[in-house]
C-alpha cells in the first residue's frame, strides 16, 4: 500500500497483477476501507506502472591509460610520465576540452619473481597511469581511440555510452508510465462497477538501463579505417507509484 495508508488499515480485497505493454509494466492494489484521506465511500486503488522510453546516447565515456616497466622504481615512472605526455597532447589535439579529461589513477607496483621454497625476489618495477576522457561527438569517437593508441596508449577501456540531456527522454517514459497507470485504474474502476473519481498522490521512482554491450573492435581491415563504434540507444525508464480515488 502506499506510504501514507494508516498502519492498521486491514485490505479487504488485494488484487497484484504484473503488466507490460511494449516497454510499461504496472501492478495494483486495492484498498476498499475508504484509508489515506478517501471519503468513507471512498475505494483507494495503489498502481505501480514502469515505462522506458529510448534515445540514442551523444556522449562516450572511454578510459585510457599507459603502463611501463623498468629494473629500478624511477625509470618506470619517468618512461610512463613521457609517454602518457604524449597521450595527453594527442587527447587535446582530438579537441577534448579539460573539463571532460580526469586522471583516473596513478600506480607504481613492483613485479615479483617466485621461486618455490625462496622469498619473492623484485625483478622489475610497472607504473600505470589511467585517465577518462569524454567524447561529445560520438562520429569522431573512432578517431579519438585510433590518435590514443597511435600516441602511446596501451591500455583502453570503454566506451560507455549516455545521453547529455537525459529529462526530456525522462519525461517521454514519465508520460507513458502515467498513461499505464490510468489506463490499468479505469480497468479496475470499471470491473468494481465504479469510477476513478481523482490521483490522490503521485510518487516517483526511475533508472538507467544501459544498451547492450558494445565490442570496441582495435583491429582495422583496411589501414585507413577508423575503430568501428557502434553506440546502439540508452534506455531510461521511470517508474511511478500513483494512488486512485475509487467511488460509485
Known amino acids: 500500500m502506499s ?23 504496472t501492478q495494483a492494489t486495492v484498498d476498499p476501507t475508504g484509508a489515506t484521506g478517501a471519503p468513507g465511500d471512498g475505494t483507494l486503488l495503489e498502481v505501480t506502472s514502469q515505462a522506458e522510453a529510448t534515445h ?27 609517454t602518457m605526455d604524449k597521450v595527453m597532447q594527442a587527447i587535446r589535439a582530438a ?3 579539460a573539463r571532460d579529461i580526469q586522471t583516473a589513477g596513478v ?23 589511467t585517465v577518462n576522457l569524454k567524447v561529445r561527438d560520438i562520429s569522431r569517437l ?10 602511446g596508449a596501451n591500455q583502453v577501456n570503454g566506451p560507455s555510452f549516455e545521453i547529455d540531456q537525459p529529462e526530456p527522454v525522462y519525461d517521454e517514459a514519465r508520460r507513458d508510465a502515467l498513461q499505464q497507470a ?13 469510477r476513478v473519481r481523482r490521483i490522490v ?22 589501414a585507413e579505417s577508423d575503430t568501428a563504434i557502434s553506440p546502439g540507444e540508452t534506455s531510461l525508464s521511470a517508474t511511478l507509484d500513483v494512488v486512485f480515488e475509487l467511488g460509485r
Open 3 to 25: 506510504p501514507i495508508a494508516k498502519p492498521l488499515t486491514v485490505a479487504i480485497l488485494a488484487l497484484v497483477f504484473p503488466f507490460a505493454a511494449g516497454a510499461a509494466a
Open 56 to 82: 540514442a546516447p551523444d556522449v562516450a565515456t572511454v578510459s585510457a591509460g599507459v603502463v611501463t616497466q623498468a629494473a629500478d622504481a624511477n625509470a618506470a615512472m619517468r618512461d610512463n610520465a613521457t
Open 95 to 97: 579537441g577534448i576540452p
Open 107 to 129: 600506480s607504481l607496483n613492483p613485479q615479483y619473481r617466485y621461486v618455490e621454497n625462496q622469498n619473492p625476489v623484485i625483478t622489475g618495477y610497472q607504473a600505470s597511469n
Open 142 to 151: 573512432g578517431k579519438v581511440l585510433d590518435a590514443l593508441v597511435a600516441s
Open 182 to 194: 490510468q489506463v490499468r485504474a479505469a480497468m479496475y474502476a470499471k470491473t468494481l462497477g465504479m
Open 201 to 222: 498522490s503521485i510518487s516517483e521512482g526511475g533508472g538507467f538501463r544501459p544498451p547492450g554491450p558494445v565490442p570496441m573492435l582495435m583491429s582495422r581491415a583496411k
